[in-house]
């Protein structure tokens, strides 16, 4: 019986995927490399490293510790201009009502997420206070698909995985749940999702009967 949900962030709670890629293609151009075709797809729900690694990967320059860590700095300083503009009109369309649905349900609320700037995001969305947990990339030591962020959002809810359902952007992040046990909806198009539960094209047609459904 479904007993909680576990949301991802970025993707799912609000739009912020054009902006991360923004700010990766901005620090690219400075530092003179480019980005890969279908990299934007391939990074979703990856830790700021990880995109970097993968972004980096078939590069013909190698790039030092030094010079890593500068990119990662600014691509986040660059991000966090757009952070500071969030306000609660940003929340994606139906979000909003689906998390006050499952609240009155009953249901436990958490966030999972890589990013580090969840938690100032989801204050400036004005949603934190709805969660009972959030996990984010400052507690993880492993990047979507790894399961730990989940397990942890699990662990602090103290809901059993198979009592849980995931809502999901990012094939990474999809794996990510199932690979902690866990259903998962797929919010986007099912060409990138296919390992998702269900597919939907936005969270906007989600509904809590749909959850309780999956929960099983
Ligand atoms: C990091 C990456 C982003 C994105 C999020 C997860 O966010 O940089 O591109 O993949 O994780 O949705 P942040 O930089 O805010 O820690
Ligand atoms: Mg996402």
Redesign the pocket.
């Known amino acids: 019986m479904l007993r909680a949900v576990v949301f991802?962030?970025?993707?799912v709670i609000t739009d912020s995927t054009d902006h991360?890629?923004r700010s990766?293609q901005r620090v690219a151009a400075e530092e003179g490399f480019g980005l890969p075709e279908g990299v934007s797809e391939q990074?979703?729900?990856?830790?700021?490293r990880a995109?970097l690694e993968v972004i980096i990967r078939n590069q013909d320059r190698q790039f030092t510790e030094q010079e890593k860590a500068r990119i990662l700095e600014r691509?986040?300083q660059y991000?966090q201009e757009f952070v500071k503009g969030i306000t609660s009109d940003d929340v994606m369309p139906g979000a909003k009502r689906l998390i006050r649905e499952l609240k009155a349900a009953g249901q436990k609320l958490a966030v999972a997420?890589?990013?580090?700037?969840?938690r100032i995001i989801l204050r400036n969305l004005a949603l934190i206070d709805l969660f009972d947990a959030v996990v984010d990339?400052n507690e993880i030591t492993k990047s979507k698909p790894d399961p730990e962020v989940y397990l942890k959002a699990l662990d602090a809810l103290k809901v059993d995985a198979s009592a849980a359902v995931a809502i999901e952007d990012?094939a990474a992040g999809i794996a990510a749940a199932k690979a902690a046990g866990m259903k998962c909806v797929g919010i986007g198009s099912s060409r990138h999702l296919a390992g998702a539960d269900l597919v939907v094209s936005s969270i906007d047609e989600l509904s809590v009967e749909d959850l309780i459904e999956l929960g099983g």
């Open positions: 991802d962030l970025d993707g991360h890629f990766w990074i979703k729900g990856l830790t700021r995109s691509k986040n991000y997420s890589a990013s580090r700037n969840a990339g990012a």
